[in-house]
């Protein structure tokens, strides 16, 4: 399990495709601690839970089947991802409790700093557009982790929702360097797909 609170942004450093379209990708750490990192320890990345077969001072290697291919925006060498090592049952939830399995991909709708007064830092808003499958999980003031970070929706309507970016996220996490037309991996807060799934299944019983 995750916060969805990112603890560095590092960089694929090396991807060797295996076999049947699985690959083992070197991950470089930028500044994340590996020091209690052991090999079998889980890690996020770009908010998909990988598990780590080697390991350096700085850098670590996981192995990604074709099916997490398949469903998320996936790894390149050089691209940035935002990274977190699972939770202990000791700290502080300080987002939400995030699985690292990913729901689906969207798509960057609009990207661009809000107006603000006398010149000072300015919050972003990020519009994203969710496969039709998850927006019965979207709600305003409701929590979604995209590429990894906690965050919580401010908008909905139908399957594109809306959320603001503080300056400290934008700087702490790979969401910065988002574009329209970038495709992002999307988690639905795990409380509403439960509610969805029991409200269903009341559903069904009724039915019958």
Not at 134 to 148: D, M, Q
Request: aromatic share 4%.
């Amino acid at each position: 399990m995750f916060t969805g609170i990112i603890q560095a942004v590092g960089h694929i450093s090396h991807l060797v495709e295996t076999r049947g379209g699985d690959a083992r990708v070197t991950v470089a750490a930028g500044g994340l601690d590996l020091t209690e990192v052991r090999l079998g320890d889980s890690i996020a990345c770009n908010g998909v839970c990988l598990t780590v077969v080697e390991k350096t001072a700085d850098s670590f290697s996981v192995d990604v089947s074709a099916e997490t291919f398949s469903c998320t925006i996936g790894y390149a060498p050089g691209d940035p991802i935002n990274l977190e090592m699972a939770m202990r049952l000791s700290d502080r939830l300080g987002g939400h409790l995030v699985s690292g399995h990913v729901d689906g991909v969207g798509t960057v709708l609009h990207f661009a700093p809000v107006a603000s007064q006398e010149g000072e830092e300015s919050s972003w808003r990020l519009d994203i557009r969710a496969p039709g499958g998850l927006g019965r999980y979207l709600a305003p003031k409701g929590s979604i982790a995209v590429n990894g970070v906690s965050l919580t929706v401010n908008k909905v309507q139908g399957t594109d929702f809306s959320i603001n970016l503080i300056p400290h996220t934008l700087e702490q996490t790979m969401l910065k360097d988002l574009r329209p037309g970038s495709h992002v991996n999307l988690e639905a807060d795990m409380l509403a797909r439960y509610a969805d799934r029991l409200l269903n299944f009341v559903h069904e019983q009724d039915k019958d």
